[in-house]
C-alpha cells in the first residue's frame, strides 16, 4: 500500500510541475507587454516601469518561474494589481463559494445517479430502462446554463421560493448561503447526473453478467441486496473515476453558471481577472484549480484500492 500511495504522489507533483511550466509560459508568450496589457494604452511610462518592476519582468525568464514557483509553494500567489490585495486572500474569499457550491452539486449528482444507474440496470431492455436512457440523453445534451435560467423562472421568479442570484454570506448563518447555493447547484448537477447515471448502468451491467451475480441469486440471496453488496461495490471503479473528474469540473468549470446566479467564487474571480487582465490572478488562480484537480484524482486512485485491493498488488 506504501508503495502504490507512493506511486500515485510522485504521479501528482510531476503533473503539478508540468502545469506550472504550462501555465508560466502561456503567460509569457501572450503577445505584447504584460504590464501594458495590464494597464492599457493609456499608461505612463512611470507606471509600467514599476508595475514591471514589481512583476519582475526585467529579470530573466527562468528566475522569474523559480520565483513564482517558491512563492506559491509558501503561499504568496503575488498581489492583484486590480484589487490591491494579496491573491491568496482573494481566492479564499471565493472559495468559501466555490467550494461549498461544487460539493452540494456533487452530492446531488451522485445522490441522483447512482439509483438511476441501477434501476435502469436491472431493468434492461425494458420500457424503464429505455424511458431513463432518453431522459439522461436529454440531460447530457442540453446545457446548464439553460436549466439555470429554468430554475430560476420557476422557483424563484414564478413560485418565490429561493433568491434568483446572490450570495448573502456565511456570516448570517448556514441555511440563507446555503438557500442562495440551492439553484445553481442544481443548475450544475443534473447534467452531471445524466453522465453519471450513464456509466453506473454500463459498469452495472457489465457486472451483473458475473458468475459471482448469478451464484449469488442462485442461493437465493434477495435482490436488493445482491444489487447494492455485490454488483455496486463491483462496478464502483468507473463510477469513481467519473465522479473524480465532475468534482473537478465543478470547481474550476462554473463560471458561466456562477455568472448566471451572480455568485461571488472563483469562476467569477478568473471571469473578473481576464476581463481586467490581472494576470497575476489568473495565474495563482489557475494553479490552484489544477492543483486541486490533482488531489482530488490521487484521492480517486487511493479509494480504487479501498474498493479493489487487488489494485495494491499491481501498482
Known amino acids: 500500500m506504501a508503495a502504490f500511495i507512493l506511486k500515485r504522489l510522485a504521479i501528482g507533483l510531476a503533473t503539478l510541475v508540468l502545469a506550472s511550466i504550462v501555465v508560466f509560459s502561456v503567460m509569457e508568450i501572450l503577445p505584447g507587454d504584460p504590464a501594458l496589457l495590464m494597464l492599457g494604452m493609456n499608461a505612463t511610462d512611470e507606471a509600467l516601469a514599476v508595475l514591471r518592476n514589481q512583476m519582475g519582468l526585467n529579470d530573466p525568464v527562468h528566475l522569474r518561474y523559480l520565483a513564482w514557483v517558491a512563492g506559491m509553494l509558501v503561499g504568496d500567489f503575488g498581489n492583484s494589481y486590480t484589487y490591491s490585495t494579496p491573491v491568496i486572500e482573494l481566492i479564499g474569499e471565493r472559495a468559501v463559494v466555490s467550494l461549498p457550491l461544487a460539493t452540494i452539486s456533487l452530492a446531488l449528482s451522485t445522490l441522483i445517479a447512482i439509483p438511476v444507474g441501477m434501476f435502469a440496470a436491472a431493468r434492461r431492455g425494458r420500457i424503464a430502462d429505455t424511458s431513463v436512457m432518453g431522459v439522461t440523453q436529454l440531460g447530457v445534451a442540453i446545457p446548464n446554463f439553460w436549466f439555470a435560467l429554468l430554475l430560476i423562472y420557476v422557483f424563484a421568479v414564478w413560485l418565490r421560493l429561493v433568491p434568483a ?27 452531471q447526473a445524466a453522465i453519471l447515471a450513464r456509466v453506473t448502468r454500463s459498469a452495472m451491467l ?53 455568472n448566471v446566479f451572480y455568485l461571488p467564487g472563483l469562476g467569477r474571480l478568473v471571469f473578473q481577472a481576464i476581463t481586467q487582465r490581472d494576470l497575476i490572478v489568473v495565474e495563482g488562480v489557475v494553479m490552484l484549480l489544477v492543483a486541486s484537480v490533482v488531489i482530488v484524482n490521487l484521492a480517486v486512485d487511493l479509494t480504487y484500492a479501498l474498493v479493489d485491493p487487488r489494485l495494491r498488488s499491481r501498482a
Open 165 to 191: 442570484g446572490g450570495f448573502p454570506g456565511w456570516g448570517g448563518g448556514v441555511w440563507p448561503g446555503i438557500r442562495s447555493l440551492f439553484l445553481p447547484a442544481v443548475a450544475l448537477a443534473l447534467p
Open 206 to 258: 457489465e457486472v451483473l453478467g458475473e458468475d459471482y451475480i448469478r451464484t449469488a441469486r442462485a442461493k437465493g440471496m434477495p435482490r436488493r441486496i445482491v444489487l447494492w453488496r455485490h454488483a455496486l461495490r463491483n462496478a464502483m471503479i468507473p463510477v469513481l473515476t467519473i465522479m473524480g473528474l465532475q468534482f473537478a469540473f465543478l470547481l474550476a468549470g462554473t463560471i458561466i453558471i456562477e
